[in-house]
Each structure stands twice: as C-alpha cells, then as structure tokens.
C-alpha cells in the first residue's frame, strides 16, 4: 500500500469553527489531492496540488483552502465549518497524474 | 459535459455466481479508465486501469474490465464472486495531462452466501 496516513481519522465540531485536515505521504509524489465523499455523490475533488506550493480548485472548492509547503504533506482547511461539509475527506496522492493512491479517509461531523 | 455513471446503484449475486458491474463514461479526450473498491470504512483501493492497448485488462483479486469505446463503456466483471468482494465499486475516467479523475457515484455489491 502507498505510505499515505491521514489526520485526524475522525473529527467532530461546531458550525463556524476553523478545522484543518492533514495529509502525509512517504512516496515522494508529486501530485496531492483531496476528495470528499458524500452518498449519492462518489467522490468529489476539492482541491489538487501540483507541486510544492503549487494548488488548483477542483469542483466543489468552496469553503475549503489548502495548502502545501513540502512535498509530503497536503493540509486542507475549512474556514468556517457548516454543516454541509460533514462528510468524509480521503487524500490521493499519484506520482505521474495518472493513477491514484488513496488514503484511509478522515470522518468530518460538523454540528 | 464529462460525466461518468454507474446505471446500479445496488447489485447482490450468489456467491460463486458471475459478475458486471456498468460503467459508462463521457469524455472529451481518448480516456484513461479506472475501477477502484472500497470496503466499508476504507479507503479506496485501484483494481485495474486502463490507459491504451489491449482492450482486455486484468486486474487484482481475479477482476477483469473491458473498454468498448463505441459504446463509451468500461464494464467490470468476475467469473465468480467471493463473500470477500461485497463492497463498494467506484468506476472512474481520466485523461493524460489532465491529473484529474472524474468519478462514478458507485455500486454497492452485495454477496449471498
């Protein structure tokens, strides 16, 4: 399995609090990423990284930063924590773009 | 639009029975394909992929998919199911250059003893 450990597993907080979620791999791979999975919806991308510092807005990027300044970790940052965004966060990593490695997932409760 | 759809959302078959589970897929650009399985509180593990060449690829856990691109389809089959295959199924499609997958809402496998 790809060296991808995701923190913390579960989480619960309140409506309007700052949460970060964190993401460490150990393959050296270039390329980060962060889903969320919601029934009925698979899995959506929030946010990719490209590089060290180097991020992009996938399709559901609202409310959710990110940030990466080496290689092997990837934080994900909800500003303002609502209720919709109770979900589960998994990370993948991949090291050419082309296929991708998942994490064991964080469970985000939001109330 | 790009899309991917997975038409069952649930599936249960007998052990030992065969199995396909859909998948079909709308894609600009020549696709790269993926089937991924995911039980229950995992992550996500890569059962096969598909990027060029044999349309035929084999897969871990005896899984094998087809790529049919007149009928935009990725369908994923097993001669026969284990108790130990029930699980969540995720189709996915990519392209080269892209470093993004689109995926599937699921099927949900459910093996009868």
């Known amino acids: 399995d790809a060296g991808i450990t995701q923190s913390p597993r579960h989480k619960v907080t309140e409506t309007g609090t700052p949460v970060t979620l964190r993401c460490h791999q150990t393959?050296?791979?270039?390329?980060m990423y962060w889903y969320r999975q919601d029934p009925g919806h698979g899995l959506r991308l929030i946010h990719y990284?490209?590089?060290?510092?180097?991020?992009d807005k996938g399709e559901v990027s609202d409310g959710y930063s990110v940030s990466r300044s080496k290689t092997e970790d990837f934080l994900l940052t909800l500003e303002s924590a609502t209720s919709s965004q109770t979900s589960v966060y998994f990370c993948a990593i991949s090291g050419t773009g082309d296929e991708q490695y998942f994490g064991p997932g964080t469970r985000l409760t939001v109330t | 639009a790009q899309s991917v759809t997975q038409p069952d959302i649930h599936i249960t078959v007998s052990e030992g029975a065969s199995l396909e589970l859909r998948c079909n897929y709308s894609y600009g650009a020549t696709p790269y394909l993926f089937w991924y399985v995911q039980s229950p509180g995992q992550g996500l593990q890569l059962l096969l992929k598909?990027?060029?060449?044999?349309?035929l690829v084999q897969g871990i856990k005896g899984f094998e998919a087809e790529f049919k691109r007149s009928q935009s389809s990725f369908n994923l089959r097993k001669p026969s199911v284990h108790w130990s295959d029930a699980a969540e199924y995720f189709c996915?499609?990519?392209?080269?250059?892209?470093?993004?997958?689109?995926f599937g809402t699921g099927t949900r496998l459910k093996v009868l003893a």
């Open positions: 393959e050296n791979h270039r390329y």
């Open positions: 598909y990027f060029s060449g044999d349309t």
């Open positions: 996915a499609v990519g392209a080269k250059g892209t470093y993004k997958y689109i």
């Open positions: 990284s490209y590089g060290v510092k180097d991020t």
